[in-house]
């Protein structure tokens, strides 16, 4: 059974003026599209991994996934797995200085020293990843880290699990905001959904 897109579950203009509808409207309908076909056609050429979670496909650095494929699963594999968890984690009714609920927030607190301190690591992670790539707030063992990484990749391919996830990529901004990055990760906090994270955190091992 081919992957499939996972729904938006919200209008595309729901996050304006935070994040604008033509930018969501070609990140989630060609961007994301895009990653979870090139998926599904990369594993024609491995037809075990037909249906296969991709959470388990990505891990270890892909490890289950054959040489010939490797860098389409990685690059479209992650995509798809990225966006994803992007789409679920952004909240149409956010709201300008929300934070952290729950035994996250607990968490953050005790990991990092409070929310702001947190926020600071996670903008700096953003802002100076080079190119393209994410900033995520990971559980690895038993401790919250701030990473960031390059192109597709995910946190699960070295064993963390991402609680949250900001897409940095050109394509998640650059209609609104051109080269102002640190504007789009400003504006990103106030649509971030602190309920679904902390259900991540919840569910992660
Ligand atoms: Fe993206």
């Not at 609104?176 to 959904?193: E, G």
Request: aromatic letters at 12%; one cysteine or more.
């Amino acid at each position: 059974m081919p992957l499939e897109q996972k729904p938006l579950g919200f209008d595309s203009a729901a996050l304006e003026p935070s994040i604008d509808k033509q930018t969501m409207e070609i990140h989630y309908g060609k961007h994301y599209a895009a990653y979870v076909n090139n998926y599904n056609d990369a594993v024609k050429k491995q037809p075990e991994l037909d249906g296969k979670p991709l959470h388990e496909v990505l891990a270890k650095d892909c490890a289950m996934v054959k040489e010939e494929i490797k860098t389409a699963v990685r690059n479209n594999g992650g995509g798809a797995h990225n966006h994803a968890l992007f789409w679920e984690i952004l909240n149409p009714a956010g709201k300008p200085g929300a934070e952290p609920v729950g035994k996250l927030a607990d968490a953050i607190k005790r990991d990092f020293g409070g929310f702001a301190q947190f926020k600071e690591k996670f903008e700096a992670a953003a802002k100076t990843r080079f190119g393209s790539g994410w900033a995520w707030l990971i559980k690895k063992g038993d401790k919250l880290e701030v990473i960031s990484t390059a192109n597709q990749d995910s946190p699960i391919m070295q064993g963390a699990f991402p609680v949250i996830g900001l897409d940095v990529w050109e394509h998640a901004y650059y209609l609104k905001y051109q080269n102002r990055r640190p504007d789009y990760i400003t504006a990103w906090w106030n649509v971030v959904n602190w309920k679904v994270a902390d259900d991540r955190f919840g569910r992660a091992k």
